[in-house]
C-alpha cells in the first residue's frame, strides 16, 4: 500500500517481493540496505537499560538469511533499466554469498567499503579486531560511465549509529548522496526495496532526483515519511 507520496518521493508499506511486481516504472538506480542475514540483534538486549519491546532492541525482519535480496533480485532486474547501476550494502561476514546472489542477475565491477571512521568499532572485545566497516556492491546493468571519472572505491565518513537513532543499522544521508550522484542525473529514479528509515529517498529528493523506497516495518515508513516530507 502507499504511504507517503509527494514531491517526487513515493513510500510504500509492505513486503518488496509482492509489492515491487505492482510497480509499472523502469528505475535508473537501486541502491539499498537488504537484510544482512547475520541475525542481527541490538547489543541493548543482552543487558542495556533500554525495554525489551523498544524497536531499537528487536531484530530486523527476514535477517536470517539472504532471501530477501536473493528473491527480490529477479524482479529489481525487471525494473531495473539498461546501462544502470546498483549498489547493494553488505556484512563484511557474507560478503562472498551476497556477490553470488547479485553477480547471478548483472555484473558486479567493484566491491566499495564504507569507513565509518574510529567510533563504531564492534565485534570481539577480546580476541579480535574491531569492526569499523561496511561492504557495498556495486554491479552494473550495461555500459553506463559513472557520472564521476573514477571515485575511489574506499569513502570515509565517520559515524556512529547513535547520531540517527531511528532503525539498528541506519546509513547515514551523505553516503546515499555520494552514491547516488555517481551513478544518476537529475530527475532520474532511485529504488530502495528495503529503505529501512528512509535515508536513500532523502539523499535522492535533496539531489532532486525522484525516488521510490519499500519496507515491511511500518514503523520505518513512519521515520521515512517524516525524513522526506520536512
Known amino acids: 500500500m502507499t504511504y507517503f507520496s509527494g514531491d517526487g518521493i513515493t513510500i510504500y508499506h509492505g513486503d518488496a517481493r509482492e509489492i515491487l ?7 535508473d538506480l537501486v541502491l539499498t540496505d537488504p537484510p544482512y542475514g547475520i541475525g542481527y540483534t541490538s547489543g541493548a538486549m543482552a543487558g542495556s ?3 525489551k519491546d523498544h524497536f531499537m532492541s528487536k531484530g530486523i525482519a527476514g535477517d536470517e538469511s539472504l532471501n530477501a535480496m536473493r528473491e527480490a533480485m529477479p524482479l529489481l532486474d525487471n525494473m531495473l533499466a539498461h546501462d544502470r547501476h546498483a549498489y547493494f550494502f553488505a556484512a563484511p561476514a557474507r560478503i562472498g554469498e551476497a556477490i553470488d546472489v ?3 542477475h548483472w555484473r558486479v565491477k567493484n566491491l566499495l567499503v564504507w569507513d565509518k571512521g574510529n567510533m563504531a568499532r564492534r565485534g570481539d572485545l577480546v580476541a579480535g579486531y574491531g569492526s569499523n566497516w561496511e561492504a557495498i556492491i556495486y554491479a552494473a546493468k550495461g555500459t553506463r560511465p559513472l557520472a564521476r571519472p573514477r571515485p575511489l572505491a574506499v569513502y570515509r565518513y565517520d559515524w556512529f ?3 540517527d537513532p531511528v532503525h539498528p543499522m541506519v546509513k547515514p544521508v551523505p553516503l ?10 537529475e530527475g532520474e529514479l532511485v529504488v530502495d526495496p528495503f529503505m529501512g528509515s528512509g535515508p536513500t529517498l532523502k539523499a535522492a529528493k535533496d539531489l532532486k532526483r525522484r525516488a521510490i523506497g519499500v519496507d515491511i516495518d511500518e514503523r520505518s515508513c513512519e521515520v521515512a515519511a517524516k525524513r522526506v516530507g520536512g
Open 21 to 27: 511486481p505492482q510497480l509499472n516504472v523502469s528505475a
Open 49 to 51: 537499560s533500554r525495554p
Open 102 to 104: 547479485v553477480a547471478q
Open 161 to 163: 549509529a547513535r547520531r
Open 176 to 185: 546515499m548522496s555520494w552514491l547516488i550522484a555517481n551513478s544518476t542525473s
